[in-house]
């Protein structure tokens, strides 16, 4: 099997994971996002008052719109633990 070549790994699921990965993969890169959680810790809230373009919103339901907004944008997503970041 071929490896697949990414433009740019992005670390985390949470609101500012996917804020990058969403930019960077509407100007065409090539994303791969890891994550533990997607959503991070914000599907533990039980609501954001006032997140940007909304008034109210519960946290799992914001993270299910999250996840449609990354799908939407083609970000490949793997769920795993990270531990260790390195170059080779």
Do not use: C, W
Not at 47 to 54: D, K, L, T, V, Y
């Amino acid at each position: 099997m071929a490896e697949k070549i990414y433009d740019t790994i992005v670390i985390g699921g949470g609101p500012s994971g996917i804020t990058a990965s969403t930019y960077l993969s509407r100007k065409k890169f090539e994303i791969l996002m890891i994550y533990d959680k997607l959503g991070g810790r914000t599907i533990q809230n039980p609501g954001e008052p006032q997140f940007i373009s909304f008034t109210f919103v519960k946290g799992e339901d914001f993270v299910k719109k999250l996840e449609e907004q990354s799908k939407e944008n083609k970000i490949y997503m793997r769920e795993e633990n990270v531990v260790e970041v390195r170059k080779e």
